[in-house]
């Protein structure tokens, strides 16, 4: 049994389009959390880093079922009707790749020499404008911070499966087309599906690499 190849390309159109906004909503605010903790000096500070190494290793499907539980018809949630949504599927997967930009991001502005903050903050640098400094000089860092959340997205597929319901046309995504074609004996398809996923995540990584070479340059 094949699939339609109209069929294939939603598939991995809509995985592009939940994987990107992900990406870019877990990005927007796990990087500046992650610059601040990586940068400044506070009470409670290491507790939190703690937590954000800790739910690195979060299990997908816990994380699928409380998103489940949120935007069920009982969940405070329920009246929003998300349930079994692409939308659903991108606010699981913010939760899984928001701890990976800000652990990053905490790791990138520590690993930035000290010297370029105390530079900053000498000039005369408000808060942003120091925080953008630092930023500047871990860029590389972040983009691979980037690259690594939205890795995480685009390959997770238990919280897919529990808040999209793999529906066909409406939720399906590559990794969830994988495991039904897997399930249904049809591995020719599913290793065809998995070489479009490995496809899309070689092509971001390619794109990395020419940033940071051109950076180098």
Sequence with gaps: MTWPQAEIV???????????????????????LGLWLGSTRFAGRRGLLLVLNTALAFPTVVVGLLVFLLLSRRGPLGGLGL????????????????????????????????????????????????????????RFALAAAVVVAFGRVLSEVGAAIIVGGNIR????????????????????????????????????????QLLQGRGDA
């Design 10 to 32: 939603e598939i991995a159109a809509l995985s592009i389009k939940v994987a990107v906004t992900a990406t870019a909503v877990s990005c927007a605010l796990g990087i500046p």
């Design 83 to 138: 349930l079994f949504t692409w939308q659903a599927i991108v606010i699981a997967e913010v939760i899984l790749a928001l701890p990976i930009a800000a652990a990053l991001s905490a790791a990138a502005a520590q690993a930035v020499d000290p010297r370029v903050r105390r530079t900053a903050l000498t000039l005369g640098a408000g808060p942003l404008r120091t925080a953008w400094a630092v930023a500047r000089e871990a």
């Design 169 to 208: 046309h409406h939720t399906r995504t590559l990794t969830t087309a994988v495991t039904l074609a897997t399930s249904q004996g049809n591995f020719e398809l599913a290793v065809a599906l998995g070489l479009v996923l490995f496809a899309l995540a070689l092509t971001v990584n390619v794109l990395l």
